[in-house]
T-cell receptor, first 114, second 115 residues
């Protein structure tokens, strides 16, 4: 298995909803990442997990809550989002054997906040 | 701090023409460099990477890039554009040091291929 999967592909939620995004990889990668991408912009790093521990939080608002239950799975819990949080959310992973340099991206979840 | 600059937010080429997308990096030490492609509403796919081995790097879909330290450049080329090459292209850099990596992306170049 050489891919990163993300579910759901699309998500529409209201500002009072609670939802979760899921990311999974079975490549033995030990670093996993969440990115947010607005239209016509490059991805912006949100969080990095290394060996299941949160290593980087790029000052992301607390309405976004990451979780890494095991080395293959990464979740992003969403609560009380704002319309400006609408974006493509990308998950990525990388392998320590390659110095973690090359990141493999999932297809993303298109989030719309109403 | 490392950074990459992509010259030209939009590039248009005719089908069959040469594709040249420009990327310059800023780093005191040559870093690892990458080109990613993103098709509409999809994730990023790695086209090729430079990791201090060969300076001419060949990637997927007929793309290649040459690392030029003297010019701090890592331009992406393809001899003959195909309609399926229309996409957004991102140049990216990570530092040489190990550990989980914070990737720095360029602002992207949208490639349009004209029939």
């Amino acid at each position: 298995d050489t891919e990163v999967t993300q579910t759901p592909k699309h998500l529409v939620m209201g500002m009072t909803n609670k939802k979760s995004l899921k990311c999974e990889q079975h490549m033995g990668h030990r670093a996993m990442y969440w990115y947010k991408q607005k239209a016509k912009k490059p991805p912006e790093l949100m969080f990095v997990y290394s060996y299941e521990k949160l290593s980087i939080n790029e000052s992301v608002p607390s309405r976004f809550s990451p979780e890494c239950p095991n080395s293959s799975l990464l979740n992003l819990h969403l609560h009380a989002l704002q319309p400006e949080d609408s974006a493509l959310y990308l998950c990525a992973s990388s392998h320590p054997g390659q110095g973690f340099h090359e990141q493999f991206f999932g297809p993303g979840t298109r989030l719309t906040v109403l | 701090a490392q950074s990459v600059t992509q010259l030209g937010s939009h590039v248009s080429v005719s089908e069959g023409a040469l594709v040249l997308l420009r990327c310059n990096y800023s780093s005191s030490v040559p870093p690892y460099l990458f080109w990613y492609v993103q098709y509409p509403n999809q994730g990023l796919q790695l086209l090729l990477k430079y990791t201090s081995a060969a300076t001419l790097v060949k990637g997927i879909n007929g793309f290649e890039a040459e690392f030029k330290k003297s010019e701090t450049s890592f331009h992406l080329t393809k001899p003959s554009a195909h309609m399926s090459d229309a996409a957004e292209y991102f140049c990216a850099v990570t530092p040489l040091s190990g550990g989980y990596q914070k990737v720095t992306f360029g602002t992207g170049t949208k490639l349009q291929v004209i029939p």
